[in-house]
Nanobody
Framework: QLVESGGGLVQPGGSLRLSCTAS????????IGWFRQAPGKEREGVSF????????YYPDSVKGRFALARDNANNTVYLQMNSLKPEDTAVYYC?????????????????WGQGTQVTVSS
């Protein structure tokens, strides 16, 4: 029910913008989390935005490099990723729940996309 797009291959230091859209519900009324999973590693939350007050949270691993933005007119949430590093390589997933404030626990998200691959390599 969620669809991600925008992944690809980028050189270190480059940028990508991922998109998360939904066809069956309105994202502005959902808190959104972006997670990533690299081979052999656990799923990691990288960006979160609440629907209650649009507050955001970024863990230290991406703070200052990643930024979320809502485009309510297009029912889309964007994840802008700058200054990408090889360790950012992973499959990126967006997830949604209807809690007013974000949670970092992936188990609290009801809806997930299929994922989009991000590869950072020279």
């Amino acid at each position: 029910q969620l669809v991600e797009s925008g992944g690809g291959l980028v050189q270190p230091g480059g940028s990508l913008r991922l998109s998360c859209t939904a066809s069956e519900f309105t994202l502005r009324y959902y808190s959104i989390g972006w997670f990533r999973q690299a081979p052999g590693k656990e799923r990691e939350g990288v960006s979160f935005i609440s629907y209650g007050d649009d507050s955001t949270y970024y863990p230290d691993s991406v703070k200052g490099r990643f930024a979320l933005a809502r485009d309510n007119a297009n029912n889309t949430v964007y994840l802008q990723m700058n200054s990408l590093k090889p360790e950012d390589t992973a499959v990126y997933y967006c997830a949604a729940n209807n809690r007013p404030f974000f949670t970092i626990d992936p188990g609290t998200y009801n809806y997930w996309g299929q994922g989009t691959q991000v590869t950072v390599s020279s």
